[in-house]
C-alpha cells in the first residue's frame, strides 16, 4: 500500500527555521516525483512545488520560489519542506502528495500525506 | 501561469439534485484537469483524473467532462456524503494551479 506519511504539528516563532518531512513507503521513492501542498486557515489548495527524487529535479511555483526549498533523500524515501524565515502568513497545513504515475510530472496528486499544520506566532 | 477559476464558489442543493460545478482556465490545457474532493477536516482525494476518468472507488453519479479551458464536475443525486469542497486542478504546466473551490451543502 502506497503511503505518506508526515512529520507533526510544529509551532514556531517569525523567524525561525523549519523543516518538515514526508517519508514514503510501499513504492519506488526515487520513480515519482512529489508535491507540496499549502492550504491556509479556512482557505484553498495552493501548489507550492514538485521534486523528481530520482534526479532532484524540482519545479516551484513562482508564488513560492525563493520562500521555500523541497528536498528529497532517496536513502530514506523522504521528501522535505523547509523555510529558513518563517512568517505568520506561514501558519497553515501543508501537504505532501505522490504524481499518480510514475516518472511523469504532468499527472495529478494521489495519495495525499495526513498533512502537517505549522503555526507561526509571536 | 494558468489561471483555474471555479464557480460557484458555493451551492446549496436538496438531496437527489443534480449539480454543476465549473472550472475555466485561462488558457487551453487540453484534458489535463483532475478534480478532488475534501470532505471538512479531511485530505483531499482525487476523484476524477484527464478531465472524465472516474478514480476506482468513486461513485458513478460524479461525471467529469471538458477540454480545452472550459470543464465541469456533474453530481447526478446528491447524497449527504458528497458535502465537501471541490478543487479542479490544471496539471497541464507548472504551476499545476487549483481552483478557488466550491463547497457543496445540502439544503
Redesign the interface.
Known amino acids: 500500500e502506497v503511503q505518506l506519511l508526515q512529520s507533526g504539528a510544529e509551532v514556531k516563532k517569525p523567524g525561525e527555521s523549519l523543516k518538515i518531512s514526508c517519508k514514503a513507503s510501499g513504492y519506488s521513492f526515487a520513480s515519482y516525483w512529489i508535491g507540496w501542498v499549502r492550504q491556509m486557515p479556512g482557505k484553498g489548495l495552493e501548489w507550492m512545488g514538485i521534486i523528481y527524487p530520482g534526479d532532484f529535479d524540482t519545479r516551484y511555483s513562482p508564488s513560492f520560489e525563493g520562500q521555500i526549498t523541497i528536498s528529497a533523500d532517496k536513502i530514506i524515501s523522504t521528501a522535505y519542506l523547509q523555510w529558513s524565515s518563517l512568517k505568520v502568513s506561514d501558519t497553515a497545513m501543508y501537504y505532501c502528495a505522490r504524481v499518480s504515475e510514475s516518472g511523469s510530472s504532468t499527472d495529478p496528486l494521489d495519495p495525499w500525506g495526513q498533512g502537517t499544520r505549522v503555526t507561526v506566532s509571536s | ?1 494558468i489561471q483555474m477559476t471555479q464557480s460557484p464558489s458555493s451551492l446549496s442543493a436538496s438531496v437527489g439534485d443534480r449539480v454543476t460545478i465549473a472550472c475555466r482556465a485561462s488558457q487551453g490545457i487540453s484534458n ?1 484537469l ?1 478534480w ?1 474532493q ?1 470532505k471538512p477536516g479531511k ?4 476523484l476524477i ?1 484527464a478531465a472524465s476518468t472516474l ?1 476506482p472507488g468513486v461513485p458513478s453519479r460524479l461525471r467529469g467532462s471538458g477540454s480545452g479551458t472550459y470543464f465541469t464536475l456533474t453530481i447526478s443525486g446528491l447524497q449527504p456524503e458528497d458535502v465537501a ?1 471541490y ?1 479542479c ?1 490544471n ?11 466550491t463547497k457543496v451543502e445540502i439544503k
Open positions: 501561469d489535463y483532475a478532488y475534501q485530505v483531499p482525494k482525487l483524473s478514480q469542497t478543487y486542478q496539471y497541464n504546466s507548472v504551476p499545476f494551479t487549483f481552483g478557488g473551490g
